[in-house]
């Protein structure tokens, strides 16, 4: 199947969906993320007989790296490929945008593939959640 790269509309055209990614370097560098670090891109997407595949880059160094994802809105059984800075990268640390978030998303089906380079899941993500809400996926090297 042909992958392309689009950035993906609402279908309202009230709001943008965009990832947003935020650096991460090596483990020495501080946790504080500022604005010149964070990026919006597009996401590849791929149709499968499942539904849309979104494709993401994860964004660090090989030793750790950081994702964000958007759940504002909603999403209902959205299959996501993380490329991954690395191969030895463990289950990735979830955090949501605000505290309240927790527990009105899921992420299900997560696997590592093509020798631990992608980090494949599927995320559901309550309707309620604001438009700018989103999780942070954090990998890191495994110890």
Do not use: H, W
């Not at 927790?102 to 992420?107: F, K, P, S, V």
Request: hydrophobic share 40%; glycine share 10%.
């Amino acid at each position: 199947m042909t992958a392309r790269r689009l950035l993906v509309f609402a279908a309202t055209g009230v709001a943008a969906t965009a990832l947003v990614f935020a650096g991460c370097g090596s483990s020495a560098d501080t946790a504080a993320s500022t604005a010149a670090d964070t990026a919006a891109v597009t996401a590849d997407t791929t149709a499968t007989t499942a539904g849309t595949v979104k494709k993401v880059d994860c964004m660090g160094a090989e030793e750790a790296c950081s994702v964000k994802i958007p759940i504002g809105g909603g999403a209902s059984n959205q299959a996501y490929e993380v490329a991954l800075t690395g191969t030895n990268l463990g289950e990735p640390t979830v955090t949501p945008s605000e505290a309240d978030e927790e527990g009105a998303y899921e992420i299900s089906d997560a696997t590592f593939t093509t020798g631990g380079s992608v980090y494949s899941f599927t995320l559901n993500a309550v309707e309620s959640l604001p438009e700018s809400a989103y999780i942070t996926l954090d990998f890191a090297t495994k110890k």
